[in-house]
């Protein structure tokens, strides 16, 4: 039977890394591309959801991570660093044990899913917890790796980006073609630049007839690149992408005009509506910032923005099981003994009567 390797041995020959690369690896991609029939319905397109948070770690992060940490196990790196919202450090540290080298992770203090920061500090971690945001995380994982001999492998290493255009191969491989319109939540904005390489590298060598457009979401109060600043206090209910001054920002504006796409932002009641659809009618569960793309989607089907009749791909970045704090407003009610009234209650919402 075939076993997924992982996508560094699946895509070897589109990857920058040698014939001899041993890959440090938990057979992260081959995730599901699956029919969204809600969203089809909703929005009069063929919508696909690409469900990122079936990889090992829970999110996209792990495509990118497996290239970086072989590529800094190969360099003889001992340790490695990176800022992170959650999902960036939650990887790095499942990959850096297995290789070997000690995980470094700064994060916003108090700012993070706790799903994530149980991610980090389980594979052993030296977590650090700035007083600040994702932004100042940032500056002073550059100036560690810059005075100290440890790895940087926040998305300002490209070859973080290489791994991650694989979800863009995978999606080609599995539909036959590109779709017309990919869409996906932007934080760091790293990822949509990733798929722009993926796609843009599939069709140069003809094995999509076309790139698709390319639409980003940032959250309303964390959306630098649709306000063309920088924005100095992020914030928003969607911690994943809570970053006011994204390191691939030129990156992503290029694979927005490129592509004649779009980076444009949501509110978090969008993206709660969202998150909360995707879970009740497509049976995916996903994290806020995750909800983003899906957010965005029905505005602008709502907006008279989509074109009927559309292949679509929504990436949905991250697994809802990270991050429950909101998911769990609104439980049903508590009872010491289930009685008759009660099941009756339960049928009765559940449409049976
Ligand atoms: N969705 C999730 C679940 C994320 O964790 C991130 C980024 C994004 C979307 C946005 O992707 O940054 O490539 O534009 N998370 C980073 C982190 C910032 O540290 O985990 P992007």
């Given at each position: 039977?075939?076993?997924?390797?992982?996508?560094?041995?699946?895509?070897?020959?589109?990857?920058?890394?040698?014939?001899?690369?041993?890959?440090?690896?938990?057979?992260?991609?081959?995730?599901?591309?699956?029919?969204?029939?809600?969203?089809?319905?909703?929005?009069?397109?063929?919508?696909?959801?690409?469900?990122?948070?079936?990889?090992?770690?829970g999110s996209f992060k792990d495509r990118g991570m497996t290239v970086a940490i072989t590529k800094a196990a190969e360099a003889g790196a001992r340790a490695v660093v990176c800022a992170s919202t959650g999902n960036t450090s939650a990887s790095m540290a499942a990959y850096a044990v297995r290789a070997r080298l000690n995980p470094i992770v700064l994060v916003p203090h108090g700012r993070i899913a706790a799903g994530k920061m149980a991610q980090a500090l389980m594979h052993g971690a030296q977590v650090i917890q700035v007083r600040g945001g994702f932004d100042d995380c940032l500056a002073i994982a550059r100036g560690l790796s810059d005075d100290y001999p440890v790895a940087l492998v926040n998305s300002v290493n490209r070859v973080r980006l290489q791994g991650q255009k694989t979800a863009a191969f995978e999606i080609v491989d599995a539909i036959g073609d590109a779709p017309d319109v990919h869409v996906m939540p932007v934080g760091n904005a790293g990822n949509i630049s990733a798929y722009w390489l993926g796609y843009t590298e599939y069709a140069r060598a003809g094995a999509a007839s076309h790139s698709p457009r390319l639409w980003g979401f940032q959250a309303e109060g964390a959306a630098p690149i649709v306000r063309g600043a920088p924005v100095p206090d992020p914030e928003t209910i969607a911690s994943a992408i809570r970053v006011g001054n994204p390191a691939s920002w030129d990156l992503a504006v290029n694979a927005r005009d490129e592509s004649s796409g779009r980076i444009d932002a949501v509110t978090d009641e969008q993206i709660m509506q969202a998150q909360r659809d995707l879970a009740s009618h497509e049976g995916v569960f996903v994290e806020p910032g995750s909800a983003a793309?899906?957010?965005?989607?029905?505005?602008?089907?709502?907006?008279?923005?989509?074109?009927?009749?559309?292949?679509?791909?929504?990436?949905?970045?991250?697994?809802?099981?990270?991050?429950?704090?909101?998911?769990?407003?609104?439980r049903g009610p508590v009872v010491d003994d289930v009685v008759d009234a009660d099941v009756r209650a339960a049928a009765r919402a559940a449409g049976l009567t």
């Open positions: 039977a075939h076993q997924w390797r992982g996508v560094i041995e699946e895509y070897r020959a589109w990857l920058p890394v040698s014939a001899d690369t041993k890959p440090v690896t938990l057979c992260e991609g081959g995730t599901p591309l699956i029919e969204a029939q809600w969203l089809s319905e909703r929005t009069r397109c063929e919508v696909r959801l690409k469900v990122e948070g079936d990889n090992p770690t793309g899906v957010a965005g989607l029905v505005a602008a089907a709502d907006g008279g923005e989509l074109d009927p009749g559309q292949s679509v791909v929504v990436t949905v970045t991250g697994h809802g099981l990270k991050d429950i704090d909101t998911a769990l407003t609104g």
